[in-house]
């Protein structure tokens, strides 16, 4: 039983960590190619789907956190829905990178 155990626990100790969601990555990969690197919505498909602008202090005092993570969520417009496609915690990560454009 003491081998068991001491199996057991090794198994666990030698499992890799969840990696916390990078959200600068999963915007890079969804959602600067309208919303932009800055979050200025400066792209060719930014002013041909009017996407927000993320920078715009106006823009950031109106969207709390939910109504954010519920676009992200949903897909409003012409922006795909990525509840099915992304983690609870990626999802959460695009929300804090969106915020952090937010002028200081």
Known sequence: MKTWMTLCAGLVL????LAAADGPALYEQH?????????NADTWRG?????P?????DW???HGDERILRAI????????A??????ADERQA???????????
């Open 14 to 17: 030698a499992a890799p960590a």
């Open 31 to 39: 959602c600067a190619r309208c919303h932009g690197a800055t979050g």
């Open 47 to 51: 002013y041909l789907y009017f996407a």
């Open 53 to 57: 602008a993320f920078s715009d202090a």
């Open 60 to 62: 950031q005092r109106r």
């Open 73 to 80: 969520n949903r897909g409003p417009g012409a922006m795909p």
């Open 82 to 87: 990525f509840e099915k496609t992304l983690t």
């Open 94 to 104: 695009l929300v804090g990178v969106i915020r952090g454009f937010a002028p200081k």
